[in-house]
């Protein structure tokens, strides 16, 4: 089990750029899927991105779409969530998630990191 470690986020305005990134401790084996989460207050937890880490092939929720980009780190077990275009829908606790398979079932979890986008 890999321990994550998100940070990055903060207050920006509207149309604004934020980078994340999610630190994993222990060994991340190639055959793990890494992603983002987000999840509003008052709202359920939803998919934002993910990335595999062998090939570094990547899925985005339509809401980030040509916004949000994922990139991961190999030397550093480092993965990113850069941030464009920032809007207040946007606002939320931002989760980073690995699985033991390319797409599996998420089973580690970070502690979250606030994103507020003002309008």
């Known amino acids: 089990q890999v321990q994550l470690v998100e940070s990055g986020g903060g207050l920006v305005q509207a149309g604004g750029s934020l980078r994340l990134s999610c630190a994993a401790s222990g060994r991340v084996f190639s055959s793990y899927t890494m992603g983002w989460f987000r999840q509003a207050s008052g709202k359920e937890r939803e998919f934002v991105t993910g990335i595999t880490w062998s090939a570094g092939n990547t899925a985005y929720a339509d809401s980030v779409k040509g916004r949000f980009t994922i990139s991961r780190d190999k030397a550093k077990n480092t993965v990113y969530l850069q941030m464009n275009s920032l809007k207040p829908e946007d606002t939320a606790v931002y989760f980073c998630?690995?699985?033991?398979?390319?797409?599996?079932?998420?089973?580690?979890w970070g502690q979250g990191t606030q994103v507020t986008v003002s309008s």
């Open positions: 998630a690995a699985s033991k398979t390319t797409w599996g079932t998420y089973d580690s």
